[in-house]
Protein backbone atom coordinates (compact mmCIF):
# COMPACT_ATOMS: atom_id res chain seq x y z
CA UNK A 1 0.00 0.00 0.00
CA UNK A 2 1.32 3.43 -1.23
CA UNK A 3 0.80 6.62 0.91
CA UNK A 4 2.35 8.83 -1.84
CA UNK A 5 1.32 8.70 -5.27
CA UNK A 6 4.83 8.56 -7.51
CA UNK A 7 4.19 11.69 -8.96
CA UNK A 8 3.87 13.28 -5.07
CA UNK A 9 6.85 11.04 -3.98
CA UNK A 10 9.09 12.36 -7.03
CA UNK A 11 8.61 15.99 -6.45
CA UNK A 12 8.96 15.84 -2.84
CA UNK A 13 12.60 13.86 -3.38
CA UNK A 14 13.31 16.42 -6.03
CA UNK A 15 12.90 18.94 -3.42
CA UNK A 16 14.96 17.43 -1.10
CA UNK A 17 17.67 16.44 -3.35
CA UNK A 18 17.68 20.75 -4.30
CA UNK A 19 17.59 21.61 -0.46
CA UNK A 20 20.59 19.56 -0.10
CA UNK A 21 22.35 21.04 -3.06
CA UNK A 22 21.81 24.10 -1.42
CA UNK A 23 22.92 23.39 1.94
CA UNK A 24 26.42 21.98 0.27
CA UNK A 25 27.16 24.89 -1.64
CA UNK A 26 26.75 26.77 1.55
CA UNK A 27 28.46 24.59 3.73
CA UNK A 28 31.69 24.83 0.92
CA UNK A 29 31.38 28.34 0.77
CA UNK A 30 31.32 28.77 4.59
CA UNK A 31 33.32 26.37 6.73
CA UNK A 32 32.53 27.26 9.88
CA UNK A 33 28.69 26.35 9.35
CA UNK A 34 27.58 23.21 9.74
CA UNK A 35 24.98 21.72 7.34
CA UNK A 36 22.15 21.44 10.37
CA UNK A 37 22.70 25.53 10.70
CA UNK A 38 21.16 26.22 7.57
CA UNK A 39 17.47 26.61 7.46
CA UNK A 40 15.10 28.48 4.81
CA UNK A 41 15.69 31.99 7.37
CA UNK A 42 19.36 31.55 6.83
CA UNK A 43 19.22 31.35 3.48
CA UNK A 44 16.21 34.03 2.90
CA UNK A 45 17.91 36.78 5.18
CA UNK A 46 21.06 35.93 2.92
CA UNK A 47 19.46 36.87 -0.24
CA UNK A 48 17.61 39.63 0.69
CA UNK A 49 20.44 40.96 3.12
CA UNK A 50 22.00 44.25 1.31
CA UNK A 51 25.97 44.08 1.12
CA UNK A 52 27.56 47.09 2.51
CA UNK A 53 28.76 49.30 -0.31
CA UNK A 54 32.25 49.74 1.10
CA UNK A 55 32.60 45.74 1.43
CA UNK A 56 30.70 44.59 -2.03
CA UNK A 57 33.93 44.93 -4.06
CA UNK A 58 35.92 42.76 -1.23
CA UNK A 59 36.68 39.60 -2.97
CA UNK A 60 37.98 41.90 -6.28
CA UNK A 61 40.01 44.18 -4.09
CA UNK A 62 41.17 40.90 -2.37
CA UNK A 63 42.62 39.80 -5.82
CA UNK A 64 43.64 42.62 -7.42
CA UNK A 65 46.15 43.30 -3.65
CA UNK A 66 47.07 39.06 -4.61
CA UNK A 67 47.96 40.38 -7.95
CA UNK A 68 49.96 43.14 -6.76
CA UNK A 69 51.74 40.91 -4.30
CA UNK A 70 53.03 38.60 -6.30
CA UNK A 71 54.02 41.07 -8.94
CA UNK A 72 55.96 42.52 -5.83
CA UNK A 73 57.89 38.96 -4.93
CA UNK A 74 59.03 38.55 -8.16
CA UNK A 75 60.07 42.39 -8.38
CA UNK A 76 61.76 41.53 -5.23
CA UNK A 77 63.28 38.26 -6.53
CA UNK A 78 64.73 39.89 -9.64
CA UNK A 79 65.92 42.76 -7.56
CA UNK A 80 67.95 39.59 -5.26
CA UNK A 81 69.22 38.39 -8.25
CA UNK A 82 70.78 41.65 -9.37
CA UNK A 83 72.28 42.38 -6.07
CA UNK A 84 73.79 38.94 -5.91
CA UNK A 85 75.30 39.82 -9.79
CA UNK A 86 76.56 43.08 -7.87
CA UNK A 87 78.26 41.76 -4.95
CA UNK A 88 79.81 38.98 -6.68
CA UNK A 89 81.34 41.70 -9.63
CA UNK A 90 82.39 44.01 -6.38
CA UNK A 91 84.49 40.54 -4.68
CA UNK A 92 86.32 40.30 -8.64
CA UNK A 93 86.78 44.36 -8.47
CA UNK A 94 88.46 43.73 -5.05
CA UNK A 95 89.96 40.84 -5.62
CA UNK A 96 91.88 42.41 -8.62
CA UNK A 97 94.72 44.99 -8.56
CA UNK A 98 94.68 47.88 -11.12
CA UNK A 99 97.81 48.54 -12.90
CA UNK A 100 97.00 52.59 -12.93
CA UNK A 101 98.26 54.18 -9.51
CA UNK A 102 95.33 56.61 -8.32
CA UNK A 103 96.10 60.24 -8.33
CA UNK A 104 95.92 62.09 -5.21
CA UNK A 105 94.01 65.10 -5.08
CA UNK A 106 93.73 67.44 -2.21
CA UNK A 107 90.16 68.88 -1.36
CA UNK A 108 91.52 72.39 -1.55
CA UNK A 109 93.89 74.58 -1.59
CA UNK A 110 96.06 75.40 1.73
CA UNK A 111 95.53 78.99 2.74
CA UNK A 112 98.88 80.87 2.83
CA UNK A 113 101.74 80.28 0.67
CA UNK A 114 105.19 80.72 -0.20
CA UNK A 115 103.98 84.10 -1.50
CA UNK A 116 102.18 85.05 1.53
CA UNK A 117 105.14 84.33 3.94
CA UNK A 118 107.41 85.58 1.73
CA UNK A 119 105.66 88.87 1.63
CA UNK A 120 104.90 88.79 5.95
CA UNK A 121 108.49 88.07 6.33
CA UNK A 122 109.59 90.67 3.84
CA UNK A 123 107.25 93.06 6.16
CA UNK A 124 108.31 91.99 9.65
CA UNK A 125 112.22 91.57 8.84
CA UNK A 126 113.16 91.36 12.33
CA UNK A 127 110.73 89.77 14.29
CA UNK A 128 111.64 86.04 13.51
CA UNK A 129 109.12 85.17 16.32
CA UNK A 130 106.61 86.41 14.66
CA UNK A 131 107.48 84.82 11.41
CA UNK A 132 107.72 81.89 13.10
CA UNK A 133 104.49 82.19 14.05
CA UNK A 134 102.58 83.30 10.73
CA UNK A 135 104.28 80.54 9.08
CA UNK A 136 102.39 78.00 11.68
CA UNK A 137 98.89 79.45 11.32
CA UNK A 138 99.19 79.19 7.25
CA UNK A 139 100.44 76.22 7.83
CA UNK A 140 103.51 76.20 5.53
CA UNK A 141 105.70 74.32 8.50
Not at 35 to 53: F, G, L, N
Not at 61 to 75: F, I, M, P, R
Amino acid sequence: MKFLQDAVFTAMKQASDNWSKIVNSITQGNPDMKPEEVTPEVVIEAMTREEDPASADLATQLAAAQADVSKKEGEIQSLTAQLATANSEIKELKGTSSEEEPEVKADGEITGGESDIKEFASKNAGNTAAIMAEAKRTNFI
